[in-house]
């Protein structure tokens, strides 16, 4: 029970992406199915494949520590709990066993606790995209570096089960550019997410060292 606890705090405490599940009809009469025309589907794009990809993306660049300062979504969790967010740093490291992966370290608060969430995500042959493997690939968590000058700020998209995010990220909470959030905030209409779907993030009391009872690893999953 601890264990399953634990996987929906760091769900909660991430809120990277929400579970979208569809939902099936039941019960009612049971009629023929009707013979219908061959159709010829146009091929599936994902709508991370149309994000704006930074040129050339230097991973050991993006390395170090990141400032979570927006969030675009319209994740039911952020959109009923926006109000609540909580500070939130993202450390990269190259992980020392293969480099293919970034170590991932999320830190912020749950109920006045903080909490680490430890991750790894996969590089791609592309520069500049990621993954985030999940339980099954269709659980997979696509990301793209989406524009970054390495000593400021980051814009990264994430997408998983065809529903995208986006996050503005900063080397620093001094001095925020106004030019950068408005920027942030167009790159956040071109996806369809107007002002209602912006959360802004505290730059303050960020969390430091994390005693180790309240770390969370997600390798390989949570």
């Not at 790894?120 to 990621?130: E, F, I, N």
């Not at 970054?148 to 001094?174: C, E, H, N, P």
Request: glycine content about 4%; overall charge neutral.
């Amino acid at each position: 029970m601890a264990g399953v606890w634990r996987c929906m705090l760091a769900a909660a405490v991430l809120m990277c992406v929400c579970l979208w599940d569809s939902t099936e009809a039941v019960g009612g009469a049971v009629s023929r199915p009707r013979p219908q025309r061959t159709r010829h589907k146009k091929p599936k794009v994902d709508p991370i494949d149309l994000a704006p990809t930074a040129q050339n993306v230097d991973i050991q660049q993006m390395t170090g520590t990141w400032y979570l300062l927006n969030m675009a979504s319209k994740c039911s969790h952020l959109i009923n709990h926006g109000t609540k967010v909580q500070p939130t740093v993202l450390t990269l490291t190259r992980s020392p066993d293969s480099d293919q992966t970034l170590s991932v370290s999320t830190k912020t608060r749950d109920n006045h606790q903080c909490w680490e969430i430890q991750q790894v995500y996969h590089l791609s042959a592309a520069p500049g995209k990621l993954t985030l493997k999940g339980p099954r690939s269709v659980l997979d968590t696509k990301i793209v570096i989406g524009e970054t000058d390495y000593s400021s700020y980051a814009i990264m998209y994430f997408q998983k089960r065809g529903q995208i995010s986006m996050k503005l990220y900063s080397r620093s909470v001094d001095n925020l550019s106004e030019p950068l959030l408005s920027k942030f905030e167009q790159l956040a209409e071109n996806q369809t997410f107007g002002l209602a779907y912006l959360f802004p993030f505290p730059t303050y009391s960020h969390c430091g060292d994390v005693d180790q009872d309240h770390v969370i690893n997600c390798d390989p999953e949570c």
